[in-house]
C-alpha cells in the first residue's frame, strides 16, 4: 500500500507517524515543499525570541527519526493531482503514484493588496526563510511596524517586543485579536500593550508602504505615517489549494471533507488548515488553522486511510490560548454567545482580569478569559464535555463567573451529559 501525504507540517507529520504505527508495512511518502525539515510555524516565534535555534522548531528533533521510521521525506513541491489515476505532478517532472492520499498543504500567509507591500523589508513572519531576514533586521532599537493584532499577530508582537524594537502595531478593527476576545477584554490587551510602550492602533489601515532611502515609510489611512526599518503584514492566512484546480476535488473555501476527513474523491483525504472540517460547537464546516486542530485531523485521518473504517471526527473545539507580553487570554466556544442564550461577566479594569461566560439553557457554551489562567482547564473541559449545570449550578456562575470550579465539582457528581 502506497501512502502518499502532501505537506510536511503538524498535521503530515503526525498522519505519517499514525500511519506507520497502524501499518508497518505500508510504503509512507511525506512531500514537503519547503527545503527545511519538516517544522512548526508556531515555534518560529520563540526562534525570533532567542529561546530556540532552528533546530528547536524542527517537529522531530532526533537525526535520522523519519528514516528510522521507514518514512520517505521529498522536498519538492505538488502542481496537480490526478484521481483518476492515483497520481501527482510535481514540479521537478516526477510522477507520484498513490494508493491513498492525504492533503495536508496548510495555509500560506496573506499579505494586504496595498501599494508597496512587496517592497523590501515587508515580510510575513510564516516560514524559517522569513525569520532569518527578521532577525537579521529587528535588532534592538529598530522600528517596525507590525500589520495586524490578531492570534499570529500578537505571537509576533511578543517576540519582537523581546527583541527590543520600537514596535508600532496596527489593526483594523476596533480591538485587539477581534476574532477572539470582545471589545472588552480586547482593549485591555491594548492597553497591556501600550503601557509597556508598545504603540498600538486599531480601527486604523494602511493605505501604502513607500522605500524610504533604505527605509520605509508607512503610510496610514488616518493620513499619518510612521517610519520603520522593518514591516511585519500578520494579516490572514489562505488554504493552500491552487494545486487542486481541475482536479474535480470540491474545494469551497478548503477542502471539503466528510466527518471521517475523506474528500470528494475516492481515497483521497485533507487535514489541518487546509481543511473545511467539523467544528465541534455549531456542527458547521469551516477552516480551524490551529496546530491542536491539524494533529487531531491528522491522527483521524490517517486511521482511515489504514482501515479504510468510517472512524468519525467529532470536531474541534475553537479554543485559543495566547500570552501577550505576559498577559494570558483564552477563548473556547460559542465565546460570542448564541441566540437566546445568557452570559454573565465580570470585568477588573485596573488587575487586567475579565471573565465572560455564555450559555444555552444550563450548558456553558462559551467563555473568553483574560489573565484568570487558573480557570482555563476547567472552562475548557465543562465546553467540550456539555456538562449539565442544573439550575443551581447556572445560577452560581450567573452570580459570580469566577465560582467555576465550585460550579463543575457540583454538576459533575452524578450528572448525566447534553448530547
Known sequence: ????????????????????????????????????????????????????????????????WFESQRIDVVRDRVTSVDPASKSLALASGARQAYDRLLIATGSSAVKPPIDGVDSPGVYNCWTLADAREIIERASAGARVVLMGAGFIGCIILEALASRGVKLTVIEMEDRMVPRMMNQRSGGLIKQWCQDKSVEVLTSTRVESIEPDGGALTVHLGSGGTRQADLVIAATGVRPNTAFLDGSGIEVDGGVV??????????????????????????????????????????????????????????????????????????????????????????????????????????????????GLTQHVGVLRGLIQTRLRLGAAGKRKLLDNPLNVMEAYLKASQGTTLSL
Open 1 to 64: 500500500m502506497q501512502h502518499v501525504i502532501i505537506g510536511a507540517g503538524p498535521a503530515g507529520v503526525i498522519a505519517a507517524e499514525t500511519l506507520r504505527r497502524l501499518s508497518g508495512d505500508a510504503d509512507i511518502r511525506l512531500i514537503g515543499e519547503e527545503d527545511e525539515p519538516p517544522y512548526s510555524r508556531m515555534a518560529i516565534p520563540y526562534h525570533l525570541v532567542g529561546n530556540i535555534a532552528e533546530q528547536g522548531t524542527y517537529l522531530r528533533k532526533r537525526d535520522g
Open 257 to 370: 471533507v466528510d466527518r471521517t476527513l475523506r474528500t470528494s474523491a475516492a481515497d483521497v483525504y485533507a487535514a489541518g488548515d487546509v481543511a473545511r472540517g467539523r467544528d465541534f460547537s455549531t456542527g458547521e464546516y469551516t477552516v480551524q488553522a490551529i496546530q491542536p486542530t491539524a494533529v487531531e485531523h491528522g491522527r483521524v485521518a490517517a486511521a482511515n486511510m489504514v482501515h479504510g473504517q468510517e472512524i468519525v471526527h467529532q470536531g474541534s473545539l475553537n479554543m485559543n490560548v495566547l500570552d501577550t507580553m505576559g498577559l494570558v487570554s483564552a477563548s473556547f466556544g460559542h465565546w460570542q454567545g448564541v441566540d437566546g442564550g445568557e452570559s454573565a461577566e465580570l470585568f477588573d479594569g485596573e488587575r487586567f482580569r475579565y471573565i465572560n461566560l455564555q450559555f444555552e439553557d444550563d450548558v456553558l457554551v462559551g467563555a473568553n478569559t483574560l
